[in-house]
Structures are given as C-alpha cells and as structure tokens.
C-alpha cells in the first residue's frame, strides 16, 4: 500500500507543478478554446494543453515506480497514440473519419499488445472486434462528455478510483499503480480545471483518459464472485456511456451526424433545468461514485445479486433519459 500511496502522491504533485507550465504554453502559442456562442460558453479563451500535463505526470510517475513490460508498453504506446490524434486536432481541425481511423490504430495496438477483453466462453475472434469496438466507445465517451468545467476529469478521477479499487483486490499490480497514478494526476489537474477552469483537457486530455481507463477497465478480473460480474466495467464507466448513448440517440432521431456538436449532453440539460455549473459537476461525481460503488459491489454478489444491480441501474438510466430529453433546450 505505500507503494500506492507513494504514486498517488507523486503524480498529484507532479500534475500540480506541470499543468501552470502547460497552461503558460498554451497561452504563449495561442492554443486556446474560443468561446463560440453556441457550445462553448466560456467568457474568455481558455488555453488548452491539460491532458499534456496529466500525461506527464504520469508517464514519469510509472517511469520511477514500475518495471516496464509488453502490457504497459501497450498500453503507454496506445495511449500516446491518441493523445497525440488530439493533439493535433487542438492545434487544428482533424475530420471526424481521420480521428476515428486513428483511435481505431491505437486500440489495435492495444489488442496486439495483449490487451482485450477476455471472457471464457467467448472465442478470440469475437473478442477482439468487441475489444476494438469497446476502447474506441470510451475514448470518444470521455471526449463528448468534456463539456462542462471540472467535469470529464472528475468523473475520471472517481472512475480510476474504482479501478485501482478493483485491481487491488484481485492483485493486478499493473493496474492497480496505472490507476492510482492516473487518478492522483486528475486530483492535481483539478485545482485549475474545476469551475472557473484555467485550463481545458482539451481533445488531447480527454481521448486520452478514455483510452487509458478502457483500457485498464478491459482488462480487470470481475467474475470471482458470479458470472454477471463481467459487466461490472459498463456500470463503473456508467456516467460517460450514459451520456455517450443519450446524446447519440437524440442526434439520430433528429437525422444529424453522431459526432456533430450539439447541445443535448445530460449536463447541459441539466443546467437548463435549474442547476448551475457547480452543482451540475458535483451531481455527476455523486452519479459516478454512487455507479462506482455498484460496480464493485457487483463483483462482490450472488449472480442473482449482481443482475438485480444491472437491472435496477439499466431501468434507472432509461427513466432518467426519458426525463432528460423533456428538457427544452432549443431556448
């Protein structure tokens, strides 16, 4: 445990020393997120370049900590991957089928590297399509749901909680350092993220994340207990798959494009209703540590259990969207 500790607060202070340094780059070449009336509210420009610090805070906190291997190598390959697909894209402008192709490289990266989803009743050829297909949903999970100041790299925070949680009960020391690491470099990004924020992610930060704790949540031992544990990842990561399938529905069924902007995120509506930004984040930390808690209580279950807690949880998000979407936001 105190080599958890000793991660966790190294990488805290190393993201609290990088994020100024990044933040003063960004201003000084003019990356910045304008505000453009529409979805980005902001008074001012914020500078970009968040997600460079988390990352360097924790590359180097595993480089002084872990041994590396074929795993983290993979994972650390995959993850600079679309960390540097975003990059680009909040230097510029990349199409949505130029970011697409590269986040599908980087998760086949990963899967060479051996890390895929594993069930024992599923043949290999069906779970590296399944692999693919799950690490690609989260990277862009956590890029749609990085509206709001404080937002996507709270919920991640409390996400890679729960995982490093996980892992140290099944002994998976990879995972257990990587996520604690992360979470510790989230915490640090915080103090100048959280409303008012002084820097953004940026897509770089956020596909980032997404990759990363797929990833780590792809590969975690779920199914000691019951079988129904194996969905336990869907329940942990649930605040961003929400909005992800909530906002995908409302586009199709309006006929626009899944990836174009639009305001129809859970947040905003939210915030529409009566909430203020403040309150709108801290409602989705409860949301996240309250489907955390769940998710690993489902490990822990009977199977009848752990399908009680799916269910109850897949009515409670269809009843909550169903809400949601009787919020007027074309005002």
């Known amino acids: 445990m105190i080599l958890y500790g000793l991660c966790f607060v190294l990488s805290l202070l190393l993201s609290l020393y990088l994020t100024p340094i990044m ?9 910045m997120d304008r505000p453009d009336g529409r979805l980005k509210a902001q008074r001012e420009p914020v500078p970009y370049l968040g997600g460079l610090g988390i ?6 906190t595993l480089s002084l900590t872990f041994t590396f291997d074929r ?11 679309v960390l540097l697909l975003g990059l680009i894209d909040d ?7 130029v970011k697409l192709a590269g986040q599908l490289l980087a998760a086949f990266v990963l899967v060479k590297s051996g890390i895929r989803i594993q069930i024992a009743l599923v043949p290999e050829w069906v779970t590296i399509p399944l692999s693919l297909v799950w690490i690609v949903g989260l990277t862009n999970a956590f890029n749609i749901i990085d509206i ?5 790299a709270g919920v991640a925070c409390i996400c890679a909680l729960a995982l490093f949680y996980v892992a140290l009960v099944n002994g998976q020391g990879l995972i257990a350092i990587m996520a604690v690491s992360l979470s510790g470099a989230l915490l640090g990004f915080l103090r100048f993220n959280f409303e008012p924020a002084r820097i953004y992610l940026g897509d770089a930060g956020s596909l980032f994340l997404g990759c990363m704790l797929g990833s780590l949540a792809m590969i ?14 869907i329940v942990i990561l649930g605040v961003p798959l929400f909005d992800t399938v909530f906002v995908s529905y409302i586009r199709w069924r309006r006929g626009m494009r899944i990836f174009f902007g639009s305001p129809d995120h859970f947040a905003l509506r939210l915030r529409k209703w009566r909430l203020s930004t403040r309150q709108t984040v801290l409602c989705s930390y409860l949301a996240s540590a309250v489907v955390g808690f769940l998710g690993i209580l489902m490990i822990h279950a009977s199977d ?16 909550l969207g169903l809400l949601l979407k009787k919020i007027d936001m074309s005002m």
């Open 23 to 31: 933040r003063g780059a960004a201003i000084r070449f003019d990356i």
């Open 55 to 60: 990352y360097l805070a924790f590359l180097v």
């Open 71 to 81: 795993q983290l190598l993979g994972l650390l390959l995959g993850g600079t991957l």
């Open 91 to 97: 230097l510029g402008f990349l199409s949505p089928q």
């Open 148 to 152: 709001m100041d404080g937002l996507a």
């Open 220 to 233: 975690g031992r779920y199914t000691a207990e019951n079988k129904v544990g194996v969905l336990a990842p």
């Open 304 to 319: 009848l259990g752990a399908l009680a807690i799916i269910l109850g949880i897949g009515l409670g998000a269809w009843g």
